[in-house]
């Protein structure tokens, strides 16, 4: 006997722990800050990755990071409007570096375009 029946939903939402987590932050700072993203659909969204080899795959060699626990990244995004959980971005949005006609030069943040797990 099943005590759980997903027919309206045919993937349930994983709602275990992803473990230890390789997590973006901003270089140059004596505090830990965790670097935020924007989703597709320009909600804020923390990311984390299962492995420093996804992290620099995604977002380049170099890129600074710390490592936290699934509940510990939440409780430091949720109270500033970040929600959402994305493990493992593949994806994500080049940055501008050039324009036409001399116009300003802007920066785009990467946005990872994964299911983004929530709480």
């Known amino acids: 006997m ?4 997903y027919e ?4 349930p939402e994983e709602h275990v722990p992803a473990g230890p987590l390789y997590v973006p932050v901003l270089p140059g700072r004596a ?11 320009g909600a804020r969204t923390a990311v984390g990755f299962t492995s420093a080899e996804r ?14 626990s699934e509940s ?7 109270p500033i409007g970040a929600s959402l959980l994305t493990v493992d971005p593949t994806l994500t949005a080049p ?21 983004a797990r929530t709480a």
Not at 2 to 5: A, G, M, N, R, V
Not at 99 to 106: D, K, S
Request: proline residues 7%; aromatic residues 4%; charged residues 20%.
């Open 95 to 115: 940055a501008v570096t050039g324009t036409a006609a001399g116009a300003a030069t802007t920066s785009v943040p990467e946005a990872p375009e994964t299911v």
């Open 8 to 11: 309206d939903d045919p993937e």
């Open 55 to 68: 992290l620099a795959a995604t977002l380049g060699a170099g890129h600074h990071w710390t490592r936290l």
């Open 72 to 78: 510990a990244l939440r409780a430091m995004a949720e």
């Open 31 to 41: 505090e830990v800050v965790v670097r935020l993203f924007r989703t597709p659909l």
């Open 2 to 5: 099943c005590l759980f029946q």
